[in-house]
Every structure is written in structure tokens, then in C-alpha cells.
């Protein structure tokens, strides 16, 4: 009965420390954007300390070295489309341009969507995902790629010193529609407080349990 206590004011806890934490996330999402960080604060970056920080970055986009991440959002089946920007820091950041389509491929950043000369890119900055993803693991030797994965998708490109983190764009439209960003879903899971009204109420089934044992064992003595 203590363990089932202990479980279920642990699961109190983790909901108090969950709410603070989308608390924190959302003012991040919503807040004036911020430069993006550069080489001297990439050690800080953490999980639900800097993601979803709303940053800004300016330079120009290198098109001919673009990565499509295999995706599926609201609008369907299709791919993330990844550019470097050279930023005017003098480093390399990933940015998520946004969504196409499947039937769109051909036509996405690599034609119809490219932006030419300097630009300033907004939107949240994101941890790498490392490995893959849709039980699949990224093939850069063929080109394949399941998640967005900075280092490995900087190393197939040869982008060399490159930011740790990648930026998903905000909905500003790109030349023909695509991609379309602003696409990114800030969601936490928050079940703990089903959790702790599961152990304790088993806690509590313990407790009648060994008050129904007792009253028994009174009654045959």
C-alpha cells in the first residue's frame, strides 16, 4: 500500500512538473523570436530547455544541397524539405522550409519553391533526431531519410561546422505555396493524473483488503 502512495504522489509531482513545463513551452512559442544561437551556445542546447525556442536567422539558402525527409502531416503523405542557410554568423543551420506532397516532390525547393538572395528565415528550433524513424533507419547512401537528423544529414552534404539543432519555418509563404511551413505540432502527453488515481486506488483496494482480512480473522477467534 506505501509503494502504490509513493507511486501515485510521484505521478502528482510529474503532473505539476509537466504543466510547468508546456507553461514554459508555450511562452517560448509565442514570444519575440531571438537569434538563433551560434557555435558559443551549442553545448546549451538541451531537450525542454531551448526547443521550441522561437529564433531568427538571416542568409541564403543553399538549394543544391537539400534534403527531403520522408513525412506525414495533416495535408497527407510527403516529405520535410530540408535547405541549409548560411547564415550571416558565419554557420550552418538546417531549416525545415516546410511540407509537399508526395506528387509535388519534383517541384518543391529544388524549382518552383527556391528562394534566391539573402533572406530571414523565423520559426522554432528543434533537437536533432537521430536514427530514423517509421521503424526505419536513415540510408544516406541512398538518400533516404526517415528523420531529421542534423549531423548525419550534415555529413551526406558536406555542410562541414553546422548548427546542432534545425528550425522549423513558420507559415510565411514560399515562391508557388511550397513547402508549406508552420506545420509543427507542440504536443506533450500529460496522463499523469490518470496514473496517480490508478495506484491510488489501488492503494486504496489494499487498504479495504486488509481491513475486510482483519474483521475476518476477529470473526474466527
Same mark, same amino acid.
Given at each position: 500500500?506505501?509503494?502504490?502512495?509513493?507511486?501515485?504522489?510521484? %505521478?502528482?509531482?510529474?503532473? &505539476?512538473?509537466?504543466?510547468?513545463?508546456?507553461?514554459?513551452? *508555450?511562452?517560448?512559442?509565442?514570444?519575440?523570436? +531571438?537569434?538563433?544561437?551560434?557555435? &558559443? &551556445?551549442?553545448?546549451?542546447?538541451?531537450?525542454?530547455?531551448?526547443?521550441?525556442?522561437?529564433?531568427?536567422?538571416?542568409?541564403?539558402?543553399?538549394?543544391?544541397?537539400?534534403?527531403?525527409?520522408?513525412?506525414?502531416?495533416?495535408?497527407?503523405?510527403?516529405?520535410? +524539405?530540408?535547405?541549409?542557410? *548560411?547564415?550571416?554568423?558565419?554557420?550552418?543551420?538546417? +531549416?525545415?522550409?516546410?511540407?509537399?506532397? %508526395?506528387?509535388?516532390?519534383?517541384?518543391?525547393?529544388?524549382?518552383?519553391?527556391?528562394?534566391?538572395?539573402?533572406?530571414?528565415?523565423?520559426?522554432?528550433?528543434?533537437?536533432?533526431?537521430?536514427?530514423?524513424?517509421?521503424?526505419?533507419?536513415? *540510408?544516406?547512401?541512398?538518400?533516404?531519410?526517415?528523420?531529421?537528423?542534423?549531423? &548525419?544529414?550534415?555529413?551526406?552534404?558536406?555542410?562541414?561546422?553546422?548548427?546542432?539543432?534545425?528550425?522549423?519555418?513558420?507559415?510565411?509563404?514560399?515562391?508557388?505555396?511550397?513547402?508549406?511551413?508552420?506545420?509543427? %505540432?507542440?504536443?506533450?502527453?500529460?496522463?499523469?493524473?490518470?496514473?496517480?488515481?490508478?495506484?491510488?486506488?489501488?492503494?486504496?483496494?489494499?487498504?479495504?483488503?486488509? +481491513?475486510?482480512?482483519?474483521?475476518?480473522?476477529?470473526?474466527?477467534?
Amino acid at each position: 500500500m506505501v509503494g502504490f502512495l509513493a507511486l501515485g504522489t510521484w %505521478q502528482v509531482e510529474r503532473r &505539476a512538473w509537466k504543466l510547468d513545463l508546456i507553461a514554459r513551452v *508555450d511562452d517560448r512559442i509565442h514570444a519575440p523570436p +531571438v537569434p538563433a544561437p551560434g557555435p &558559443a &551556445a551549442w553545448r546549451g542546447i538541451a531537450a525542454r530547455t531551448t526547443e521550441y525556442l522561437r529564433v531568427r536567422a538571416q542568409g541564403r539558402f543553399r538549394h543544391d544541397r537539400e534534403t527531403l525527409v520522408q513525412a506525414v502531416t495533416e495535408l497527407g503523405p510527403g516529405f520535410w +524539405v530540408l535547405t541549409p542557410l *548560411d547564415t550571416d554568423q558565419g554557420f550552418s543551420l538546417l +531549416v525545415n522550409r516546410g511540407f509537399v506532397p %508526395q506528387d509535388r516532390r519534383s517541384a518543391s525547393g529544388r524549382r518552383q519553391g527556391n528562394v534566391d538572395g539573402p533572406v530571414i528565415v523565423t520559426g522554432l528550433l528543434r533537437l536533432t533526431e537521430p536514427g530514423g524513424g517509421f521503424l526505419r533507419s536513415n *540510408d544516406p547512401a541512398n538518400d533516404r531519410w526517415y528523420s531529421r537528423d542534423v549531423a &548525419a544529414i550534415g555529413a551526406a552534404r558536406g555542410l562541414g561546422a553546422i548548427a546542432p539543432y534545425f528550425v522549423d519555418a513558420d507559415a510565411a509563404p514560399n515562391p508557388s505555396g511550397w513547402p508549406r511551413g508552420g506545420l509543427t %505540432q507542440v504536443r506533450f502527453r500529460n496522463s499523469h493524473l490518470s496514473y496517480a488515481l490508478t495506484w491510488y486506488g489501488l492503494a486504496m483496494l489494499v487498504a479495504v483488503g486488509l +481491513v475486510l482480512l482483519i474483521r475476518h480473522r476477529r470473526s474466527r477467534s
